[in-house]
């Protein structure tokens, strides 16, 4: 039991990141290997703040989780809710806010089965399109053959390096990898191996953070600065 609890406190000082005196609190656990203290007295005295510091925890991650979604202007087929964005492994799809009890969601796509990007033309105006080529993604101009403007697919959020105008953009390496980097390359070489989502990290501030994705723990998201995880999404 001692030493279970002992674990537990310990794993609860790592979570909440909290810092307690060193010194003090190996004192108290002297006192509890050497049987002056009842273990729960302990557990009380410092439950209390662990319990604050892992509620503020959970605080954080819904505000990540609620600005990782964002409502639109189209209902939901089965219950007529208002749909709300959300990033998943394939980038954004819609999905209904009642989930789980209903479980409706779409790809952002329309009937044709394009994809429509948030992005014009610069040469004719039209509407771009997401398409799929050898070499990865691309934004094509939606009048080709007409048009034949492309450009790299920005993923609609901007380069997170500091007094730069460029776009975060979908590139593939040399070997066939997915990774994200700046449509201003070569004059910016941001670059990241996971898709970025524009949300500040609650913790440093960090202006974005990336999309991860283990078999064990499903999608959460992380921040590539002070590492901290937040909501799955
Ligand atoms: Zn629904
Ligand atoms: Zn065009
Ligand atoms: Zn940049
Ligand atoms: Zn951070």
Redesign the pocket.
Same mark, same amino acid.
């Given at each position: 039991m001692k030493s279970r609890f002992i674990a537990l406190i310990l794993l609860v000082i790592t979570l909440g990141g909290i810092q307690i005196a060193g010194a003090q609190m190996e004192q108290e656990l002297d006192k509890v290997e050497g049987g002056d203290f009842k273990w729960q007295a302990v557990v009380g005295d410092f439950y209390a703040p662990f319990k604050e510091a892992l509620d503020h925890i959970d605080e954080k991650k819904d505000g990540v989780r609620a600005s990782l979604q964002e409502e639109v202007d189209v209902q939901c087929d089965k219950c007529g809710r208002n749909l709300i964005k959300k990033w998943g492994r394939n980038g954004q799809f819609l999905a209904c806010p009642a989930y789980p009890d209903c479980r409706f969601s779409r790809p952002l796509e329309d009937e044709a089965g394009a994809i429509h990007l948030d992005a014009k033309c610069p040469k004719c105006d039209a509407n771009l399109i997401l398409k799929t080529g050898r070499y990865g993604r691309f934004a094509a101009c939606e009048r080709y053959p007409d048009c034949k403007h492309t450009e790299s697919y920005a993923i609609g959020i901007d380069c997170p390096r500091e007094k730069c105008a460029g776009k975060v953009v979908e590139k593939v390496s040399k070997r066939g990898k997915v990774f994200y980097g700046c449509s201003k390359y070569p004059d910016c070489d941001w670059a990241s191996w996971d898709k970025p989502v524009s949300v500040e /990290?609650p913790? $440093?501030k960090?202006p974005y953070l990336v999309q991860k994705s283990t078999k064990s723990r499903g999608e959460f998201v992380k /921040?590539p600065? $002070?590492k901290?995880e937040f909501a799955e999404v």
């Open positions: /990290c913790t $440093c960090n /921040c600065e $002070c901290e």
